[in-house]
Every structure is written in structure tokens, then in C-alpha cells.
């Protein structure tokens, strides 16, 4: 990314934040998003139809070749005209030909997100063709000059004040901003465009192999004038809409309006299967069949399960990124995390750099995704391509491959870095404020102190040994809790000691890599997850417990992906992920925790955050919350839970610490709104952040790691 690029990144994310009602408007969306749409997938199995969305996409994938061919047989069967565009430039000259050829100068379009990804607007500008969008947020957005911002809804982040402004405009009169007299307006000022459009233009949600028909799932009815109407229908599709058969398409229509908006159902869902009759016989359907990257996206052994993606936008919905900043940064043509992939691949890599590091790997748009694609973990491989392509920085490199790599070096360096803070740190364990270009670290949080002494180095003074141990466990501390929260090792040995499980600390242990991964540089991420394997299994333990579950997804899925094609690592790395398990997790399950921990009732009221890779990586939620309560505690659920506390590692430092500020502030409000005197939660990542927001706005509100509120009700 140019020095020029990024400067202009940077001015689009703090317009963006000093645009406040921008943020509560995406907030107020995104949680009446979230109760709609649970109750419009209520009674149904939300897992098993994307699992059958997934299979049924995969085999798309895979026998493509003859999916389309049937497809294309059967709809010039139905009479339709079916052409295959390669590329961008080739699907926008057939559409301007055909317009040329046909005297065309008005056409009319409905939403088409595929007409966006090829500008196709500019090519029939050219080609001496008006196009209007007929379709309410995309007329909008053309009035304004802008790019849809969602891709289900391309208008949410304006306001309707803003559009009474753009529509008076139009009329040539002050308009009110009363939302159904806008309506009326658009209804007014776009219906005689139907009646003159010598082209209708479309886009298609779904191409059925079986029949050569095609889907057009919508809430306007402007789609339906549109391609019947004018005289010529032109359908612009990607080839990844291709379903086999009727049933499959009627599976994503019964899931896409439900995902997209929470609506039980669509407004209107039309079939088409060849050129609508009409009296003089003069009605054509052309079908523009598009690939524009789609091919290598498919051949792709990383990113091809993007291709299941069937644009419901829920990716967005959930984003707190999206809903801290809007589409117009989080999103080149198409946004939100399936964005960024499909970015990459249809505009080409140097378009997706910017939010390629957007993403802050929360996992909320998996959690959602109703074609079951793991989309951060495509997201990470693009951050190792841009890191190819770009570099990750000489700071990083040095840091990454120089010192982490080398353990001894690492942990003597931070050893240092321990003494050396102590005139910012003067004796506390906090530090409030740093000196001059490290001042903006400590502006709107405080910061953990590196401990004197790393767990490490305390381990062997710890009362480990238990007799007759129900089970030995190897304890992953990962670098915060051995270097910054060394008292939480303290704290487990104190639990589990006492509910009979004996714990080692394997020394030769590093970082897990994810910095490094989540930074593009996999050699380093390989490097360390080799290293650690050694370490963790070296003793042979029952279980590897962890207090981080972003360590905890390193070792149960990264580490697995890392060394699957190394014969010397890739049993080990499978046999380390199958005894990998959450501290929490491994009390409920394996030691019935919640009898072992009973204590009275009347205690503290706390209540609980859940750490992003711990609910939607290691599927982690119930069991800490139920640990709790067996603990004395009163458990309060505060709102958004699960929503992001905006960490994200060296997000929050180097990469967006304005976007991670903004995402910290909605979190501390959720909590200060539960009147809780303590918050407790699983990471320490989300420790260092929740704590440091806290302090530094001096709410009254402790902040605890689960186990360090169960070592409490113990001693």
C-alpha cells in the first residue's frame, strides 16, 4: 500500500469515527438485526441448512464445468441468449453492444451487486446509455455519487435528512425527510423510467442448473418491471449462483431472507425461465454468464469456499469493525469480511490491502455465515499474500523472525524490558502513562506491567504436586499470562491442586504464533508452532490446558493447518490439538467443577464477557458462566456478550487503535449498565483491554480471569 493510498485510508477511518450518529445508526441496525433474526430461524436447525448450503455449493464448486453447461443448454432451450464473460471488460462490452445494437439510450436497473464489482454503469456511459437505478438505496447512493455501503441494503449508513437534501435535488423543491413521502417521491420520480427503458438490467441470486431459470430475491417490487417491461432483459450473473436443482434454490430462499434482514420471507421472489411473451414476440433474455476472477478463486485451495457465499451481508451485520466505521471503509465494490476476499480476487490484491488488515479476527461473521465459510481463516492466508507482496514491516520482521523465533533471546529481551520500565511504572503493575511518542498507547486506556518475575521463573516455588493425580496436564500459559499475569498461573495450579489434577509447566514453551500469523508472517507462525509441539507433548500429559483461547485456537486449529504437510509434524500437531482444551472447559467436563466448586449463594454479582476465540473458536460460553455460579457468584448477562471488547492483539497498538478505542467504549458501557461490581471473562488480551478502559475512566468495576475468581471461593 503507497504512503499516498494509506494517508487517504487513514483520513476515510477518522471522518468515519468523528461521524457519530453514523456509528449509532449501524449499532441500532445491527442489534434489531440480531432479535429478527432469531426469531425468524426459530424451530429450524440454523447448523444442518448451512451445512447442507456448504455441501450443496461445494459440489457446484467441483463439477462446475458441467453445472454450467446444463445450465446454459437449458436456458437457450427456454430461449434465452447465454453469454460468458471472462472478464469485467468483456461482460460490460457485450451489454453496451447489445445496447448500441438496439438503439438503446434509457436502461433500467434493478440491484445488482455484480454490476457494481464491473462498473457497468460507466461502461453504458460510454456506450451514450442513461442507466437508473430503480431500486430505492441504489437510486439513492447514484444520486449521491457514492458506492453502495451493504450489499443487501447499499443506503443504511445515510440518514433520511440527507436523502429529503438528494431527493429535492431531483424535484427541484424542499422535500420532507417523512420516510413514506420519500417513498412516494422515488415512486414518482422513477415510474415513467419503466415505461421508456428500451433495457431492464438485473442481477439474479440464484441460476438453476436443472431448468436454466433464474432468481431474483427482492423487497421492491422494481426487479419484477425491470425485466418485464422493457423489451430486453438483461441478467447479469456470477457463475458461483449456479445450483443444481429446484429444491437446492429453494433451500437459499428459504435461509437468505432470514439471514440477510430477519425476515421470515422475502417480498417478492420471482422464477424467471426464459424471455417473458409478449404480443409482437420482440421480448429477449440475455444472460450474462460472469467469471472475473471466480475461476482462480475456485482453484484456489485457501480461499475457494468463499464461492459458497450467497450475498445475504450478515458478514456485515455482525462486524463491529463495519458498524464502527460503515462500508465505505470496510469494502472496496463488495464489503464486510466477504468482502475482503472477494476484493482480492475480482480487483486484485493491492484493492484489498487496506481491509485485509481492517479485520480485527473476531469471528462474529463465522459464527453468522450461512454457507459455513470459515472467513477469517481465509482472511489470515490474504494477510500472508499481502505480506508476500507488501512486506509486514522492518519493525515486525525483525521482531518476529530474529528474536521470537529464538526463545531464549525473546523471553531474556522481555526480561529486560521489565527492569527497564520501572521509572514509567514507579513499583505499580499499571502503567497510566507513557512518555512522548508512546504517550498515545496510554491516551484512552492503561496498560499491564511486564511482571518482575515471569511464571516461569516462579513455577517450581507453586505447590503442584498432587498425590494420586486424577490426571497430569501440561498448563500453556502463552505469553500474557507468563509475562504480564503470572499470578493467573498461580491462581489454576490453586484450582485444579485441589480438584486432584497435577500440572507441569513446560519450559521450552513460546509464543503461539498468532502474532505473527495474524501479522502475514506464516514462516515465523510455522516456525514457533513446531517448537511448541515439542515442548507440550515432551512430557506425554493427559491434557494441554490453556487460560487464552486465542492460544487455544493456535493450538486446535493453526498449529493442525501449519504442519498438515510435514510427515515429522503432522501427527503430533493432531494428537496436540485432540488433548487441547480450555481451563474452564476442562473443570466442567472433565472434573464436574460445578459440584466441586459449590459455595453458598449471596456473593459477588458479576458478569461476563465472551472472548471472541473463545465462544466462536473453541466453543467456550456455558461452561465459565456455569463455574461461576457454582462459585457463590450472582451471574448477570450484560447486552452484547459476545461482542467484540476490540483487542485484537497489535490491532489495538499499531494497526486501528482508533477503530479498537471506539469498539472498547460500547463495550464499557454494556458493562457499567449491569450495575456488576466485577466483570470476568477468559482472555487476557480482553483483561488488558477491558481493564485498561476501566481504570482509565475510573469505573468502580473489577476485572477478573475465571480462574482467578475460582482460586478466590477456594482459598
Keep these: 500500500m503507497t504512503k499516498e493510498r494509506s494517508r487517504q485510508y487513514k483520513e476515510r477511518i477518522d471522518k468515519a469515527l468523528a461521524t457519530p450518529r453514523l456509528q449509532d445508526a449501524l449499532h441500532r441496525f445491527g442489534d434489531a438485526y440480531l432479535i429478527s433474526r432469531q426469531n425468524a430461524f426459530a424451530g429450524l436447525d440454523f447448523e444442518a441448512l448451512r451445512g447442507e448450503i456448504a455441501a450443496m455449493k461445494d459440489g457446484v464448486r467441483e463439477n462446475r464445468a458441467a453445472y454450467l453447461a446444463e445450465f446454459i ?19 460490460n462490452d457485450y451489454v ?3 445496447a448500441r445494437e438496439r438503439g438503446v439510450r434509457l436502461a433500467v436497473k434493478s440491484k445488482s451487486m455484480v454490476s457494481e464489482e464491473i462498473h457497468l454503469n460507466d461502461a453504458l456511459k460510454e456506450a451514450g446509455v442513461e442507466a437508473v437505478e430503480t431500486d430505492l438505496g441504489e437510486w439513492i447512493i447514484q444520486l449521491a455519487g457514492q458506492k453502495p455501503s451493504h450489499m443487501v441494503m447499499p443506503a443504511i449508513h445515510m440518514f433520511r435528512d440527507e436523502v429529503a437534501q438528494l431527493f429535492g435535488k431531483v424535484t427541484g423543491k424542499k422535500e420532507s425527510d417523512d420516510i413514506p413521502h420519500l417513498v412516494q417521491v422515488a415512486r414518482e420520480q422513477l415510474r415513467q423510467a419503466y415505461l421508456d427503458a428500451g433495457m431492464g438490467i438485473s442481477g439474479a441470486n ?43 434454490a429453494a433451500r437459499i430462499v428459504q435461509v437468505l431472507p432470514k439471514n440477510a434482514t430477519g425476515q421470515a420471507i422475502t417480498s417478492y421472489i420471482s422464477w424467471i425461465r426464459g424471455a417473458v411473451p409478449c404480443e409482437d414476440g420482440a421480448k429477449e433474455l440475455h444472460i450474462v454468464l460472469l467469471d472475473n476472477g471466480r475461476e482462480a478463486l475456485a482453484e484456489s485451495a485457501h480461499c475457494r469456499d468463499a464461492l459458497r457465499c450467497i450475498r445475504c451481508g450478515a458478514c456485515a451485520n455482525v462486524c463491529p469493525v463495519y458498524q464502527t466505521v460503515g462500508g465505505h471503509i470496510f469494502g472496496h465494490i463488495y464489503i464486510g469480511a466477504i468482502g475482503i476476499i472477494l476484493t482480492a480476487f475480482y480487483h486484485g490484491l493491492d484493492k484489498a490491502a487496506e481491509i485485509v488488515r481492517a479485520c480485527i479476527g473476531c469471528r462474529a461473521c463465522v459464527a453468522v455465515c450461512p454457507s459455513n465459510i470459515d472467513l477469517e481463516g481465509i482472511i489470515l492466508h490474504l494477510r500472508e499474500a499481502v505480506g508476500k507482496e507488501e512486506g509486514i514491516g522492518a519493525g515486525k520482521s525483525l521482531v518476529f523472525r530474529k528474536v521470537m523465533r529464538n526463545r531464549r533471546l525473546f523471553h531474556s529481551l522481555i526480561r529486560t524490558a521489565a527492569t527497564l520500565q520501572k521509572p514509567v511504572t514507579r513499583g505499580e503493575r499499571t502503567i497510566r502513562h507513557l512518555p512522548m511518542f508512546f504517550s498515545s498507547l496510554t491516551e484512552w486506556r492503561t496498560l499491564p506491567a511486564i511482571a518482575d518475575k515471569p ?48 500440572v507441569h509447566f513446560p519450559q521450552e514453551q ?26 507440550l507433548l515432551a512430557q506425554n500429559p493427559d491434557y494441554v490446558v490453556t487460560t487464552c483461547p486465542t492460544c487455544t485456537m493456535a493450538l486446535q486449529r493453526d498449529f493442525v493447518e501449519h504442519l498438515r504437510d510435514n510427515p515429522a509434524w503432522a501427527q503430533k500437531a493432531a494428537h496436540l490439538a485432540e488433548i487441547t482444551i480450555d481451563v474452564s472447559r476442562f473443570i466442567a467436563e472433565k472434573l464436574d467443577g460445578a459440584v466441586a466448586l459449590k459455595r453458598p449463594d449471596g456473593a459477588e454479582r458479576v458478569t461476563y464477557h465472551d472472548s471472541c476465540h473463545l465462544k466462536r473458536g473453541a466453543g467456550v460460553w456455558r461452561e465459565p458462566r456455569a463455574l461461576l455460579a457454582a462459585s457463590g457468584r450472582e451471574v448477570v448477562e450484560m447486552d452484547h456478550a459476545d461482542r467484540c471488547c476490540g483487542f485484537g492483539g497489535s490491532y489495538s497498538f499499531t494497526s486501528h487503535p482508533s477503530i479498537a478505542r471506539r469498539i472498547l467504549e460500547d463495550k464499557l458501557v454494556d458493562i457499567e449498565k449491569t450495575g456488576a461490581s466485577c466483570v470476568a471473562m477468559d482472555c487476557p488480551g480482553c483483561m488488558m483491554q477491558i481493564r485498561g478502559g476501566i481504570e482509565k475512566n475510573e469505573q468502580k468495576v473489577r476485572v477478573a480471569h475465571t480462574i482467578e475468581l475460582l482460586a478466590e471461593s477456594l482459598r
Design 96 to 98: 453496451a453492444s447489445l
Design 206 to 248: 440464484i441460476a438453476i442448473a436443472e431448468t436454466g431459470g433464474l432468481v431474483l430475491v427482492t423487497n421492491e417490487g422494481n426487479a419484477r418491471l425491470v425485466a418485464t417491461m422493457p423489451k430486453i432483459h438483461v441478467a447479469i450473473v456470477g457463475v458461483e449462483k449456479l445450483v443444481p436443482t429446484m429444491e437446492d
Design 455 to 502: 511464571l516461569r521463573d516462579v513455577w517450581a516455588t507453586l505447590p503442584t504436586k498432587v498425590e494420586k493425580p486424577k490426571y497430569r496436564v501440561a498448563f500453556f500459559a502463552g505469553c500474557a499470562n507468563d509475562f504480564l499475569y503470572p499470578e493467573l498461573g498461580g491462581d489454576l495450579v490453586t484450582v485444579l491442586s485441589r480438584l486432584g489434577v497435577e
Design 73 to 91: 443448454r437449458n436456458a437457450e432451450a427456454a430461449g434465452a441468449k447465454v453469454y460468458c464473460a471472462r472478464t469485467a471488460q468483456e461482460a
Design 510 to 535: 513460546n509464543c503461539c504464533g498468532i502474532p505473527a500469523l495474524y501479522s502475514g508472517d506464516k514462516e515465523t507462525a510455522v516456525e514457533l508452532a513446531e517448537q511448541n509441539v515439542q515442548a
